[in-house]
């Protein structure tokens, strides 16, 4: 107890001499705190970067596994349309009329909103995607239709770190 209210009082006296300095360091303190705090949080996952330099990860498309990769140039999540059918999503109706611009070249595909995707602890309901036609794509984009979701995110030179809101 004595020590809290020294360091109260020294905070106020720098505080009052220094103004500048004090809410320097105050915010800097509390950007560390909150980081510290939202690394531990019970939503927030990390991923490694894999040795070709992408962060790969599997996440669950209306409860089914599905790898993915993380795509911060893709607006949408966007899915193979296996993964699709996989998903029980319904290809049936769907109307491939949205222009795409993939690693292949345009294509085509069908706009449709996920039940819930899931990455680890993080999930999402109702979440804008788009598929592609059969064998128009290799891998899953999680894109920024299910990123902007979060709270944050924030890439580091070996990991991604996704944090979602408490």
């Known amino acids: 107890m004595a020590i809290a209210i020294l360091v109260a009082t020294a905070g106020s006296i720098f505080a009052v001499q220094e103004p500048a ?20 949080s019970p939503r927030a996952v990390e991923i490694t970067r894999a040795p070709n330099g992408e962060f790969a990860l599997h996440a669950k498309v209306n409860g089914v596994t599905a790898p993915m990769v993380i795509d911060t140039g893709a607006t949408s999540v966007v899915l193979t349309y296996e993964t699709a059918k996989a998903a029980g999503l319904p290809l049936e109706i769907a109307n491939y ?3 795409v611009e993939t690693a292949g070249g345009r294509v085509k595909a069908a706009r449709l909103t996920l039940d819930r995707l899931a990455v680890g602890k993080l999930e999402e309901l109702s979440v ?15 894109g920024m239709s299910f990123l902007n979701r979060l709270e ?13 809101y408490p």
């Open 152 to 164: 944050s995110w924030e890439v580091r030179p070996d990991k991604l770190l996704l944090h979602g």
């Open 128 to 142: 804008p995607a788009l598929v592609v036609p059969r064998g128009q794509m290799k891998a899953n984009l999680l």
């Open 97 to 99: 009329d949205v222009d």
């Open 21 to 40: 300095a004090f809410h320097s360091a105050a915010r800097s303190m509390l950007k560390t705190i909150s980081l510290h705090l939202n690394r531990n």
